[in-house]
């Protein structure tokens, strides 16, 4: 009995001390903007602290990360074009390889339900294991960085920031890099402004606008300007990519060719576009939702023809370009950490 | 200082010692190919006359729960176990003290469930450094049986089963429910040669997706376990 209340005393000191070191991290609380849905991610499971998103930051910025040292996520990612890949229409990874696929804008993924054109991904967290391990992306092994990060006293230090002592676990290397990636916040573009009451449209944006609240808004959806639906949108097929899409990761039918609904903030500056990034400009976008209307089989909104006149289609892309944030594209806090 | 210190080791030492006093409970698992052990790399003949190796199995053990004779049951916390025939210790889980009770019955899942599936980074068992994640399609392998056979025309004449999946139509975990009826440890086989029985290797030998086929492996899967 006396040996249980020492224990129980001992343990009580050790969960003092545990508590008390616990304050040392400085929490980070995550803004939800005024009429916004709440974010997909769960928060509670990975509480936001200056100090992991720091870690965050200097891994998603570290070449480390790949097998020769040579390739970091901002490689494909980079900040000035909405954390995208720069003019390639699909990405480069390890040894100049070619991956199948455009690499994704990485911006408001706290509220994304499912990653990658096909939906394949189903947490944030576990997202970069795909590019890590993808053989023409990092091409490394998950427990070879842990062991490089355990042996660098830069990372052993920042682990030790981040969660009280200087173990490098898979667990706890995806955690912070979530904390970093869900922290890319675009909430302060024009659009929003309007929509806040700061600002107004011109005349060209506010036809803009009403034109894509008519033929794009049911499947790009304010104020995210995505959807957690698959979709087809009229795309043929690349065949020498063959890139089936939703399918791949369902088996249902009804799946053939539709990919995830990406968001279109941002858009001004995140081309190319589309899963293969077929189209270099926003305009060819814009000629490509008009010319369809003659698959019955698509979705109902890009069944019938748009009949977008030019003015129109210039309307549209001046209301696109609202979407652009520059506070989000030149954010410091998410820059190459210097020190 | 040093006096301090002594106290600290003596206490972690009384802690270690109340720790140990009480036996544990453990579910054994033994793997087994048609009642012997299955060793890896050794050569075993199945009913269906295919030559086979096994040079790797792995599997997933969750939600284990006990139930004893007088109705009361156990249910395992965080209850997430990875069994690897290469690291003997994994296969066998002290799970809680030993009592006098009658254990009548012992379910689990073989898998992982979907929540687990799609509650992000994970440690432990689960890490994705066991080698038991999917990365382009999130979600875990529940079981993994990978080896050789002449009768597979494939590369090297391997084999590799990864089944997994937790989206429906398709969730390949298994409810394993078993009988058990002693106080002690309970000894649950696993038997390979079940599955090897039933597969026809010269046109089933890779799978390493969710879907149909591993549905039906994973039927398969559930039949292997049973108490001795």
């Given at each position: 009995?006396?040996?249980a209340?020492l224990?129980?005393?001992?343990g ?13 991290f400085?929490?980070l ?9 709440q ?20 891994l998603f ?6 097998r020769?040292?040579s390739?970091?996520?901002s490689?494909?990612h ?5 954390f995208t ?5 699909l990405?480069h ?7 199948t ?12 339900k499912?990653?990658?054109?096909d ?11 795909n590019?890590?391990t993808?053989?023409?992306e990092?091409d ?11 042996q660098?006293?830069?990372y052993?230090n920042?682990?030790?920031k981040?969660y ?29 402004q309007v929509m806040?009451g ?26 995210l ?10 795309l ?7 890139d089936?899409?939703?399918i ?11 990919f ?11 081309k190319p576009y ?11 976008v814009?000629?490509?939702y ?5 698959d ?12 977008l006149?030019?003015?129109?289609r210039v309307?549209?892309e ?6 652009t944030?520059?506070?989000f594209l030149f954010?410091?806090?998410f ?5 | ?10 206490l972690?030492f009384?802690?270690?010692?109340f720790a140990q006093?009480n036996d ?11 009642r012997?052990p299955l ?11 295919d030559?086979?190796?096994v040079?790797?199995?792995k599997?997933y053990?969750s ?6 004779a007088?109705?009361t049951v ?6 997430h176990?990875?069994l ?5 210790s994994?296969?066998?889980i002290?799970i ?9 019955k012992v ?30 399609q999130?979600?875990y392998v ?12 494939t590369?090297k ?13 398709y ?18 086989s696993?038997d390979?040669?079940?599955?090897f ?17 591993a549905?039906e492996?994973?039927d398969?899967?559930?039949?292997m376990?049973?108490?001795?």
């Open positions: 009995m006396k040996r209340i224990i129980l005393g001992f009580g000191v050790v969960f003092g001390i545990l508590a008390f070191s616990k304050s040392y400085t929490p609380y995550f803004e939800v903007p005024k009429s916004w849905p974010p997909e991610y769960d928060f509670k499971k990975n509480p936001l602290s200056e100090e992991k998103f720091q870690l965050g930051r200097h910025y570290d070449p480390i990360l790949s020769d040292n390739i970091s996520c490689s494909c980079a900040q000035a074009t909405g890949h720069v003019d390639h229409d990405s990874g390890i040894e100049g390889k070619k991956g696929r455009n690499s994704l804008a990485l911006i408001n993924l706290a509220w994304n499912d990653f990658h054109w939906g394949g991904v189903n947490n944030l967290e576990v997202q970069p294991i590019p890590i993808n053989p023409v990092m490394e092994k998950l427990e070879h960085v842990v062991a490089k990060l355990q660098s006293s830069k052993r920042l682990f030790a981040a009280g002592d200087e173990k490098v676990t898979s667990q706890r290397l995806l955690k912070a890099l979530a904390q970093f990636t869900v922290s890319l916040k675009s909430t302060n573009s024009k659009y929003d806040r700061e600002t107004s449209f011109d005349a060209q944006e506010q036809n803009g606008y009403v034109l894509f609240k008519k033929h794009c808004a049911s499947c790009h959806t304010e104020p300007f995505n959807s957690d639906k698959f979709e087809r949108n009229g043929a097929v690349d065949t020498a990519l063959n089936l899409g939703r791949k990761i369902t088996g249902r039918k009804e799946d053939h060719l539709r995830k609904i990406p968001t279109l903030r941002n858009i001004q500056f995140t589309m899963h293969d990034g077929r189209f270099k400009t926003l305009n060819e814009i000629k490509h008009n010319s369809l209307g003659h019955k089989s698509l979705p109902k909104e890009l069944a019938k023809p748009m009949n006149s030019d003015n129109e309307d549209m001046v209301f696109l370009n609202t979407l944030d520059k506070t954010n410091p806090r820059q190459f950490p210097r020190e | 200082m040093t006096k301090r210190k002594y106290t600290v080791l003596f972690l009384c802690f270690q010692l006093s544990s409970l453990n579910v054994n698992f033994k793997v087994v190919f048609d012997f060793e890896l790399n050794k050569r075993y003949v199945s009913t269906k006359k030559t086979i190796t040079t790797a199995f599997c053990v939600d284990l729960e006990i139930q004893f007088d109705k156990f249910k395992e916390k965080n209850s176990h990875l690897d025939l290469a690291n003997p994994s296969l066998q002290p809680t003290k030993n009592s006098d009770k009658i254990i009548s379910t689990f899942n073989i898998g992982i469930d979907s929540t687990t599936n799609t509650s992000g980074a994970l440690g432990g068992d689960l890490d994705p450094i066991q080698g038991m994640y999917w990365a382009w999130s979600g529940n079981m993994k049986i990978e080896g050789q056979s002449p009768s597979c025309k590369r004449n391997q084999f590799e089963f990864h089944l997994g999946g937790y989206l429906q139509p969730n390949a975990m298994r409810k394993k429910v078993i009988n058990i009826n002693n106080k002690s440890d309970i000894s649950i696993i390979v040669s079940v599955f029985a039933e597969v026809t290797l010269a046109t089933t030998n890779s799978v390493m997706i969710p879907g149909k086929i549905m492996l994973a398969l899967s559930s039949k376990f049973y108490s001795e």
